[in-house]
């Protein structure tokens, strides 16, 4: 049979009853005949809580220290699940990254990974176990302990499939796959059963928190098959049925792709823009501003520059919300005054919402309609940024739920057969 790739979020292994359900599902596959390896992710809140404590002894924990701790929540997974495997008359080998070795570069709290060992995984599945892997986690070249960032264990289940060459990867979630918008904000939202690799790596890049970018990434580059289905169905339900349940992330284009135009809103409130005024207008100046926001290990997001008026002009562009004061410092100390800018500004009110489907490319007037939808409801564009499948805008946070909403309904995604011409489940 095939070798998969099982991946359980926190919610998941939330309580020891729910632990006990993993393992019983994860039990039905294995009696199956499939190979299976297991990515847990800490239990729910519990890397909050370790980070949280960190603080409290130091309120600017060295990142070093700070990995050795946030790492020790999968590794309470992983003995826990093993244990409840062992119970149902399952072999099992728990490992925590560093063992396998999940070999990552060192940037502390953001590690990526550039390696993973195969031989004592693929030793002790032939020896018919199930094996169970830290998610978030891996090791430096020096022997370090490394973190991967939130959502990190959808990274590492990710890149362990493509290590083994397994047959899917199944990311399972609280959530039973992925939905034309948040149904929470749109309760009309649609699942996809089917949704491309494009569209899945804008929606996660835009917002969307079903699956962390990177793991996104992992699979188009490796192509491995990312199914994201529900771990809080029936344990027992039947193998046939769940296997093609939740949504699949495939990399064929369906023949009917040009049916629909949008596939999805997706939405962020977790960005912030910086703007600063009267930059001079001459060659370089771009980089003298991102250069050193770029050096302290903060990701950029959306840029705009206006046109130069009398010499100068204002450039503006957005980062992570928790990263804005990080950001700010190091544009006062080191960018302002080389620069030249009259005044830097930060505001953390703000959200990103976006239209993404791969219909956009054979379709036009897609931007005015969004456009034409947002000024219908007095919502302000503030900054707007495009892609071939996706457009992008910045507007006022508290009209972020009411722009998700209209361009929804807009275009008519509670009523299509099907997003970018796929399949939409009940």
């Not at 409840?84 to 990526?112: C, E, H, M, N």
């Not at 030793?123 to 070249?141: P, Y």
Request: glycine share 8%.
């Amino acid at each position: 049979m095939a070798l998969i790739v099982h991946k359980y979020g926190g919610t998941s292994m939330g309580s020891p009853e729910r632990i006990r359900n993993v393992a019983r599902r994860i039990a039905k596959w294995y009696a199956a005949g499939h190979q299976i390896v297991v990515v847990p992710s800490a239990i729910s809140g519990e890397t909050n809580r370790l980070i949280a404590l960190a603080k409290e002894v130091s309120p600017d924990p060295d990142p070093r220290e700070l990995d050795v701790i946030a790492s020790t929540g999968e590794q309470v997974s992983v003995g826990l699940l093993a244990m409840a495997l062992k119970d149902l008359g399952i072999k099992a080998r728990s490992y925590a990254g560093w063992q396998v070795p999940i070999i990552t570069d060192s940037a502390f709290t953001k590690a990526r990974i550039e390696s993973i060992g195969r031989d004592r995984i693929m030793s002790d599945l032939a020896a018919a176990n199930v094996v169970i892997v830290t998610g978030f986690q891996g090791m430096d070249g020096d022997g370090n302990i490394t973190t991967l960032g939130r959502g990190g264990s959808d990274t590492s289940a990710v890149a362990v499939a493509a290590a083994l060459e397994a047959q899917e990867c199944l990311i399972y979630t609280d959530v039973d796959g992925v939905y034309t918008t948040d149904p929470r904000i749109v309760p009309e939202a649609r699942r996809l059963k089917v949704v491309s690799f494009e569209e899945m790596l804008e929606l996660a890049s835009l917002g969307s928190k079903v699956l962390q970018i990177r793991s996104v990434e992992f699979a188009g580059k490796y192509r491995v098959p990312v199914r994201v289905l529900s771990s809080l169905t029936d344990p027992l339900m039947s193998l046939s049925v769940e296997s093609k349940s939740g949504t699949l992330i495939t990399f064929e284009e369906d023949e009917h792709m040009e049916q629909a135009v949008i596939t999805g809103i997706a939405f962020n409130r977790d960005e912030a823009k910086i703007t600063l005024l009267g930059v001079p207008d001459r060659p370089g100046v771009a980089y003298k501003i991102v250069g050193p926001v770029a050096a302290a290990n903060i990701d950029i997001d959306m840029i705009i520059q206006n046109q130069s008026v009398n010499g100068t002009t204002d450039f503006s562009f957005t980062v992570h919300r928790n990263d804005l004061a990080k950001a700010l410092d190091v544009l006062k100390k080191q960018v302002k005054e080389s620069v030249g800018a009259r005044e830097i500004i930060g505001d953390a009110n703000v959200a990103k919402v976006s239209a993404v489907g791969i219909g956009m490319r054979s379709h036009v007037g897609i931007a005015a309609q969004m456009f034409e939808t947002l000024s219908r409801d007095g919502i302000n564009i503030q900054m707007i940024s495009t892609s071939e499948i996706k457009i992008s805008v910045i507007i006022e946070d508290k009209y972020m739920e009411l722009a998700v909403r209209a361009l929804h309904k807009a275009f008519e995604l509670e009523a299509q057969v099907g997003g970018a011409g796929l399949t939409l489940g009940a």
